[in-house]
């Protein structure tokens, strides 16, 4: 119109832009959309009763990677290299003790202590947070123990440490020179019990510290953890050494987990006519 300046004001241009690319871009990021001034991205509510906010993006890679390094036991094709009988003049005074261990009955206590305390976790987690919250929350829990497993397969492909039945000739000849008879470091029994209990202990202790389960699941469970590595010992597959390493990574892995679900980082994207940013903060 005559007499009116028709131009558009370039910092009016600038705000505008700048409104719809936060816009697009927190539509894209899965956002609500809220204030272009100050847009903040808080992680959504669980829609059950469970401690932990969980995050496919993450927490599939996190169950899948231990869970590939598991397979590796496939590989070891190979006896071991003092295979059919090792000499046990090289070990330390806390293994000698259980050089030459072999019982089958001991074995299969100990593989029935560990599903016992599998069974018996799961149980604790569905009476403390119900059938859906308890599966949910045990989620974290099978990460911290394949995680624990994991590492447990790494240390057995790295070390190739011959088991205690290898030092004896009570195991038949096919046991001993079973490639899987060089695996003894460290205990992957005591690493999954450990972690179980430790995982589950922080799961309800997070929901209600004042009651008596959380106690209760570490004293069952620490008492679960002693008996499947006596029960490893004895049968000859592993050494006191591998069974104690392995239960402090174990407990590890099982406060580590549940930990890393309790740090949540904070984005929060910052607009305006001068600057378009992202701020990260988080607790620990």
Sequence with gaps: MAGQDSTIDPSWFSAASTRVFVVLA???LGAPRASAQEVQVH???PSVDTVYALDPRVDVPLALVPGLLS????LVEEPAFCAPQCDPSGLNALDRSSAGNFDQRWRLASDLGLFGALGTGMGALVADGGLAGGAQDFVVVAESILWANGLAVIGNLALRRPRPLLYGDRAPIESRENPAAQLSFISGHSALVAALTTSVFSTTYRRDPDRALPWVVL?????ATAFTGVGRVLAGRHFPSDVLLGSALGASMGFLLPALHDAPIR???????EEFRF???GSW
């Design 71 to 74: 397979f590796g036991w496939l």
């Design 267 to 273: 984005l929060t994207p910052v607009a305006s006519t």
């Design 43 to 45: 992680p959504s509510p």
């Design 26 to 28: 927190m539509n894209v």
């Design 219 to 223: 004293g069952v469970g620490t008492a």
């Design 279 to 281: 701020t990260a903060s």
